[in-house]
């Protein structure tokens, strides 16, 4: 029997146009699956239903497809698994690690006033500040049944510890872009504190919704931005505990603008489709992307 080709995917948020750094992350995804006789998935990371849009959708195609990029359907939209998400959540429940969480983003600012020290994780957001208290249960199942809004959190002290405890010791492999050997890295994600991981309207968040995906997709080799690099920590601990293999990982290098800063939307950096319409070609733009 021949060893299953390897799995690779481009995973982007239909949530904006995208830019020559999605293009980079794309190319390296199809450079990195013809080197390795591998296959090229794409999926559509559409979970946030307030903010992703059709067209946004039909142009990441538009997009991949100028750029010469071919992949497998059919596509994945994440919007249309949520029961699957529900059902890894439900085992996170059951294992006592999940709990609602009331608190706005107002009432951990307010929290926080007076606490220059504490602690903020890789993203730069304060960590949960409202921590779980056993004796708090009760009040908490009487808010959600009453309606309130509420997130879930993975109370991380408890659910790293068992992930250890079921999977040894938490860390990936991380690939370089170029190939070679790579090297483990020690996963840290206590450095994020107790997570969001559902939300009370949708059963999930990035982090479940990502590890789920992968794991139901075959994914085997997750190439994707060094900012995500950190959030590996969160999704080792989620696929220790749902008992869900680890895929090898490579986190690239980053495109930056003329100020230093990583391109995104929220800069205002210029679309591949308004690259495209000034005159650029694919070629042009896979340099610019460097790859
Ligand atoms: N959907 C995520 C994004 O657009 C990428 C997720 C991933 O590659 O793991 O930033």
Redesign the pocket.
Known sequence: MSAPRPVFRF???PNGLLHLGHARSALLNAAMAEAAGGRLLLRI?DIDATRCRPDYEAAIHEDLGWLGLDWERPVRRQSEHLAEHAAALARLEAMGLVYASFESRGDIRRALENRPDWPHDPDGAPLFPFPRVATDEAERARRAAAGEPFALRLDMRRAAALARARGGPLDWREVPERGGEGETVTADPLAWGDVVIARKEVPTS?HLA?VVDDALQGVSH?V?GAD?KAATSVHRVLQALLGLPAPLYTHHSLLLDDEGRKLSKSIGSESLAALRARGMTPDEARRRAGV
């Open positions: 995973a982007p948020s990371e990035y990502v997750v994707r995500l």
